[in-house]
């Protein structure tokens, strides 16, 4: 099982081997970031499930750390509209090229798998389907229908590309009423023309803008890579920018380069550097912030979802609170 566990993550880590033997000056990683890779009965059926029903994870494709975690606990992130991205951006181990056959079935199978998981928040992404007409966002739809038909009682959070040149696809997947609408900005606008090569860091702040200008109750989530070259007051700049559009949470980790194809670690950032943007995003009004080295955006989105609703009552009862909304704090209420 060790095996198959050190397998999925398989071509991160040839490379990394690689480029050490070559004298290519790849760091080890520091203590911190070292993980333990064992063995479960649960990883093999989540697995198992998974393709059974023919569904993609981000899990596998983007090789998380956090795989052997979540997949033991049976949460898996679903990845619908295929396993190809039409993106070809620096950091991310997605398969680029174009777009698998969009599967009709795909909503259903989702929704089974969710049942037979038993989960009661469930996160489902995509790749970037720029090859149609609305970036895949109608798949989003079916599928939040699905979950919502057959699995009403649990929690759906989205994350999904930036529909950038698809009018109307925001807010149709929006209007589906995802618990959670979530959308990375994945680095600082400086780092955007090598890193998110076709994405603009405008367009996606203003996304997230409009999903919660057309539903305020709807909580809206970013998340950010460090150790990519950014300096620590552009990603307060860029926390402030996220809170000018009201985004409720946070999610702040350290980059992993997963081949020796894509853009090189600039450093690695130390814990205590990640408490400190913890902190300050706290003081500028998140309702949440994940800040760690292992942070993804779906990691323990179950408990952050709690987390959240929690955070909006107390909220609630604190007029002053830095988390109000700003047309609310503007008004005085």
């Not at 700049?237 to 600039?266: C, E, K, N, S, W």
């Not at 814990?271 to 994940?290: H, I, N, Q």
Request: aromatic letters at 6%; glycine letters at 8%.
């Amino acid at each position: 099982m060790a095996d198959d566990l050190l397998q999925i993550r398989g071509s991160a880590e040839e490379a990394s081997a690689e480029a050490r033997s070559s004298g290519s000056g790849r760091r080890p990683k520091p203590p911190w970031l070292r993980i333990r890779l064992k063995s479960s009965p649960e990883f093999d059926r989540t697995r198992e499930l998974m393709r059974r029903q023919r569904l993609h994870t981000v899990c596998e494709e983007a090789a998380c750390p956090n795989i052997g975690e979540c997949w033991s606990k049976r949460h898996a992130t679903v990845m619908i509209l295929g396993s190809v991205c039409t993106r070809a951006c620096a950091f991310c181990n997605v398969a680029t090229g174009a777009g698998d056959p969009v599967d009709p079935e795909e909503p259903r199978h989702l929704a089974e798998a969710v049942t037979e998981l038993g989960l009661t928040h469930v996160v489902v992404t995509s790749v970037d389907r720029d090859d149609l007409a609305d970036g895949g966002a109608s798949q989003f739809v079916r599928s939040i229908e699905a979950l919502r038909a057959d699995c009403p009682d649990t929690t759906i959070e989205v994350l999904t590309p930036d529909f950038r040149r698809k009018p109307g696809a925001v807010e149709a997947v929006a209007d589906a009423g995802p618990d959670v609408y979530n959308h990375n900005l994945e680095t600082v606008p400086r780092l955007y023309r090598g890193i998110r090569p076709g994405a603009s860091y405008e367009h996606s702040l203003e996304l997230l803008g409009r999903v919660k200008g057309r539903a305020p109750g709807m909580f809206t989530k970013s998340g950010i890579m460090v150790g990519l070259g950014e300096r620590e007051e552009e990603v307060l700049t860029l926390m402030d920018d996220l809170r000018g559009v009201d985004v409720d949470f946070l999610t702040v980790g350290q980059y992993l380069q997963p081949t020796a194809r894509h853009v090189a670690i600039a450093r690695y950032v130390e814990p205590v550097e990640f408490e400190r943007y913890a902190a300050a995003a706290r003081e500028k009004g998140f309702l949440l912030v994940s800040a760690t080295p292992f942070t993804r955006s779906s990691y323990h989105a179950g408990e952050d979802f709690a987390r959240l609703r929690a955070a909006r009552r107390a909220m609630a009862a604190d007029p002053d609170s830095p988390g109000r909304p700003r047309r609310e704090r503007r008004q005085g209420r």
